[in-house]
């Protein structure tokens, strides 16, 4: 059983993260600005008041946890560039100031990052609207933020190039920096097999300093 403290648990990955969590016997402090969104109630679960822009808030949330794992988003594309790093430097920060004592970090990260088969990144294809952009390139600079860090024990986990709420199948594919495509050149990956996928992670650590990606 591990302590998850969850930043992000009322939003559409971060839900499905928290009720994977909770399934399968974890202990879990969902870390929210707003507790009357947290509507689960599930013994081993607890819902905590917390800013992750806020170092001092993720410090306090992290203390005596095994894992902090973030599943924040911006909304729109603007909302993401004032979030998505500003959020990653918050938690390096809030992590490093616990010293050895501090818990791993897992983020939910972007797939613009991602190579494609033809050898460019998601973000190089043409016609992407602009507030995309803006959400693929946020998240692309909190990797290269996290890529400097050396200190405190961080993964990435990027989705498919598409994820939406759908069924849990438990099954999943992962690579490192490639997109993961299916026999038809899709790229995709169900919200709960994500969250699946986060689990196995949090259970087994096979990425920490790196980003890996999950599709189905
Ligand atoms: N294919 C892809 O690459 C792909 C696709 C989808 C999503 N994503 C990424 O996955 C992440 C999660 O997406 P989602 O669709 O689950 O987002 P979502 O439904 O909008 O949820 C976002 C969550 O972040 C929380 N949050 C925002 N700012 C916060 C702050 N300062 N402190 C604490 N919590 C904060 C929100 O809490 P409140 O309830 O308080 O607002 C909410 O729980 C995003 O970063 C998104 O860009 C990537």
């Known amino acids: 059983m591990a302590k998850i403290a969850l930043f992000g648990a009322s939003g559409t990955i971060g839900s499905r993260v928290l009720r994977e ?20 109630q599930h013994p081993n679960l607890t819902v905590m008041t917390g800013d992750v822009l806020e170092s001092a808030s993720v410090a306090s949330a992290a203390k005596n946890q095994d894992v902090v794992v973030s599943a924040v988003g911006g909304g729109d594309g603007p909302g993401h560039q004032a979030t998505i790093r500003p959020a990653a430097e918050a938690l390096v920060e809030g992590l490093r100031s616990l010293g050895a004592d501090a818990p791993r970090l897992i983020a939910v990260n972007g ?23 803006q959400i693929m390139r946020a998240h ?6 996290y ?14 190039a ?3 709420p759908g069924e849990r199948t438990g099954t999943y594919r992962t690579a490192l920096d490639n997109l993961v495509v299916d026999a038809d050149g899709k790229s995709w990956i169900s919200a709960e097999d994500y969250a699946v996928a986060l689990v196995d992670e949090i259970e087994d650590p096979k990425h920490v300093g790196e980003r890996f990606t999950v599709g189905g």
Request: glycine share 10%; net charge negative; aromatic share 6%.
């Open 21 to 40: 969590a909770l399934n399968r016997g974890h202990q879990v402090t969902a870390v929210v600005r707003d507790p009357r969104k947290i509507t689960e």
């Open 111 to 133: 797939a613009g990052s991602l190579r494609t088969p033809d050898g460019t990144q998601v973000w190089d294809a043409e016609g992407l609207p602009e507030f995309v952009l």
């Open 140 to 145: 692309g600079d909190a990797l290269d933020f």
């Open 147 to 160: 890529r400097t860090v050396g200190d405190v024990r961080w993964t990435c986990l990027s989705p498919a």
């Open 162 to 164: 598409q994820i939406e």
